[in-house]
């Protein structure tokens, strides 16, 4: 059984999308994209300086786009269930149906303008901790004011608040933590920072259409596969100021018995921890055209 994953803001580098602009038709594509969201993609994808796709409005919707290109680069893919993380699950309740492209893509844009207007409120931020007890880090975290933002399983946790709260726990790690790393995010998301983002979110899912997902999708606010469209649009509102539970997705995908998994472009973050909290199942980053073929040989052996 095949997971299709899609990884969250930070994973984005400068030019990545470059190779992929390089297929048949993608560049249209994406041009026809970047006309119907007021965003010029091919421009922020190709030539833009890693500061330029740091800004949260630019690289939401960027992320998007490259994992909708790259899946669709792949041909008819049938996974057994689709996640994705923090702003990924926009672009897997597209793999699942529930939205369409552009309705996908329409969304994160305002997804990523009302979080950057939210983020310029208070200069806040995130950082991951690595190693460590889980019990004892978020217990510590609290004492900080810190938020626990994503609990990633495979013994990473991200921490998010304030400069002045991150800048205590640098001097004040939790016991057992090996090392505090800065993430390449601008704002404290998936916390009470980010409240100002859902009422704007919430207008703007009151315009859409959703579909019920046509595989399983499985949603960060408690690892729990969301049998229809409306609650995943529900969800997607909710969780720009709630904490994403990558852990308990990866619960679920073990019970699911969940046996490859392939992450879209940028791919490498999710793949990372699916190989030290899911030993046997086979992972595969999709980074550049250069590894479709593989990630097509995958998709035959476990579709």
């Not at 992929?20 to 994406?30: I, K, Q």
């Not at 973050?269 to 899911?278: D, E, F, Q, V």
Request: some cysteine; aromatic content about 2%.
């Amino acid at each position: 059984m095949l997971v299709l994953v899609a990884p969250g803001q930070g994973a984005q580098t400068p030019g990545f999308l470059t190779e992929w602009l390089d297929l048949p038709g993608t560049a249209d594509r994406v041009a026809a994209w970047s006309d119907a969201i007021g965003l010029d993609l091919v421009h922020y994808g190709t030539k833009a300086d890693a500061d330029a796709i740091r800004d949260t409005a630019v690289a939401q919707p960027l992320l998007v786009a490259a994992g909708l290109l790259s899946a669709s680069a792949l041909g008819d893919v049938a996974p057994g269930a689709v996640a994705g993380h923090s702003v990924g699950e926009i672009t897997a309740a597209a793999f699942a149906g529930v939205l369409d492209d552009t309705a996908a893509l329409g969304l994160v844009r305002k997804r990523g303008l009302a979080m950057a207007d939210a983020a310029a409120i208070t200069e806040t931020g995130m950082a991951a901790l690595l190693g460590g007890d889980p019990d004892v880090t978020v217990a510590h975290l609290e004492k900080l004011g810190l938020t626990p933002a994503n609990i990633n399983g495979a013994g990473q946790i991200v921490a998010a608040g304030t400069k002045e709260q991150l800048a205590a726990l640098e001097a004040d790690k939790p016991e057992g933590v090996r090392k505090v790393v800065a993430l390449k995010v601008a704002g404290a998301f998936h916390t009470s920072h980010m409240a100002p983002a859902v009422d704007t979110l919430a207008r703007a899912a009151a315009d859409l259409t959703p579909v019920d997902p046509k595989v399983t999708y499985v949603s960060n606010k408690d690892g729990k596969a969301v049998a229809t469209g409306d609650e995943v649009l529900r969800r997607l509102v909710g969780q720009v100021a709630n904490p994403v539970r990558w852990d308990l997705c990866m619960e679920t995908f073990k019970e699911l018995g969940v046996t490859a998994l392939l992450e879209v472009c940028p791919g490498g973050t999710l793949t990372g921890l699916a190989k030290r909290a899911l030993p046997g199942v086979r992972t595969l980053a999709l980074k550049t055209p250069a590894d479709l073929d593989a990630a097509r040989e995958l998709v035959a052996e476990h579709v």
